[in-house]
């Protein structure tokens, strides 16, 4: 099963749309609970991260008997340095994004912690895309 | 502790899901940055936080708290409740601070997460 999703960079009155749909979708499909948050939490993280970093973004889910695949892939500024953005508590996040309570430098740490497996590639001034993938079995 | 208990201790209301008033609630987590919150791994715990937005709701719903408790006044808007609803949540707001009403149901019996 494929879903896909657009995201618009800056509405932040529908960031996180996406990942409701999908964690709706994968209890539908009696997926465990536990699986179940660390995907759903991992895609909130990367959807707010388009929210406040890019300009717009296509997120895809992929879900299979044996793992669950998300690819958000952004236009917008990329990230310079990737090893600086998965330090815990680097951020350029704009105070609007630390008025909704995030921008403290944690998103990328915590999707790292709920993947199986996580890339970035990102090219300055073009875009940024995330692979995360979290098995459904052990 | 039932939610009506939380609502009564902080001197607060239940101003969404006052039907479930009778639910039994037994960890808290008190936190304004939402990302400190998807890190908890536990579920149905009692979100306190004095950050009210439409992210506050989501955020609860990813981490699978049901249960949220707004602090030092802050309101839910109509947009948020109806959110809450969507997601079978409760929603509970004091007029006191999110230090003294996480001290005053941590005293009460409330467990913290970690």
Redesign the interface.
Known sequence: MQLTFHVQGGD??R??DA??QV?KTLKLLNIA?AIT?RV??AL??AE?NIVAHAYRGVITVDIDPVRIVLRLEDEGPGIPDIEQAMQRGFSTASPEVR????G?G??LP?IL?NADRFHIDSVVGKGTTLSISVNLQA | MTLQEVAQFVEGEIVFGAERAQECVEYGFAS????????QKC?NFLLITG?A????I??A????AQYILFARNKKATP?MLKLAGD?DMVIIQSPFSMFRTAGILYAAGLKPVY
């Open positions: 932040f009155t960031a996180g990942s409701s964690k609970p948050k759903v939490v909130y993280e707010v008025e909704m309570g995030f403290a944690m998103g915590n912690e | 304004d940055l939402m990302s400190d919150v998807l890190t579920s950050l937005n439409i992210q506050t989501r955020t719903e990813m981490s699978d947009e997601n």
